[in-house]
């Protein structure tokens, strides 16, 4: 059960993409379409923005978008506002009726 | 509306017990599964355990096996975690969250707001 892999930090200028990685195993990220995404802002509770690799809950801006290659998930924000300034988590199924949170990725807006 | 509120943190010495609570209203509790995950201070998001609506299948991370217990009461609409042979590195914050389905799709669509548990002597 090792966290998954995440930049420690990722920026962008208002209006740009930026794209976050998270490297998982084949054990994790690799066998199950169960990859989700979070938000974070200081001293609140995480919000759930991308889950089964690609979908967006009712609610979710379309700047935000998911994908997943082989070990890797992505999350991509698109339309850079202030607003997404926060800490970023990806989460995996891992088997064994376990999970596993990546290592968290902070988002700066320039 | 979706509320989860937890309970029962506070400070422990190293080796003792703590029990969480997590009251849950605003939709049928035992249509999902629950997850606790925690947040050590300044640090990262860490899934700790998950149960199945039923309580059929139940999976803890390694760092807390064997002195970590999840449970529910679904006629309380209530999650536990017993939590024993408590370390310093388990001081966190504990958020109860709800999963999106019955057996456990290990994502989670609606969080508490944490109970905060300090393990120090």
């Known amino acids: 059960q090792s966290a998954l892999t995440q930049p420690a930090s990722v920026s962008g200028s208002p209006g740009q993409s930026i794209t976050i990685s998270c490297t998982g195993t084949?054990?994790?990220?690799?066998?199950?379409?169960?990859v989700s995404w979070y938000q974070q802002h200081p001293g609140k509770a995480p919000k759930l923005m991308i889950y089964?690799?690609?979908k967006r809950p009712s609610g979710v801006s379309n700047r935000f978008s998911g994908s997943k290659s082989g070990n890797t998930a992505s999350l991509t924000i698109s339309g850079l506002q202030a607003e997404d300034e926060a800490d970023y988590y990806c989460?995996?199924?891992?088997?064994?009726?376990?999970?596993?949170f990546g290592t968290g990725t902070k988002v700066t807006v320039l | 509306e979706v509320q989860l509120v937890e309970s029962g943190g506070g400070l422990v010495q190293p080796g003792r017990s703590l029990r969480l609570s997590c009251a849950a209203s605003?939709?049928?509790?035992?249509?999902?599964?629950m997850h606790w995950v925690r947040q050590a201070p300044g640090k990262g998001l860490e899934w700790v355990s998950g149960?199945?609506?039923?309580?059929?299948?139940?999976g803890y991370a390694d760092s807390v096996k064997g002195r970590f217990t999840i449970s529910r009461d679904n006629a309380k609409n209530s999650l536990y975690l017993q939590m024993n042979s408590l370390r310093a590195e388990d001081t966190a914050l504990y958020y109860c969250?709800?999963?999106?389905?019955?057996?456990?799709?290990?994502?989670?669509?609606?969080w508490g707001q944490g109970t905060l548990v300090t393990v120090s002597s």
């Open positions: 969250a709800k999963d999106s389905s019955m057996v456990g799709a290990y994502y989670f669509d609606y």
């Open positions: 605003g939709f049928t509790f035992d249509d999902y599964a």
């Open positions: 149960i199945s609506w039923n309580s059929g299948s139940i």
């Open positions: 084949s054990s994790d990220v690799g066998s199950y379409n169960l």
């Open positions: 089964e690799g690609s």
């Open positions: 989460c995996s199924y891992a088997g064994s009726s376990t999970g596993v």
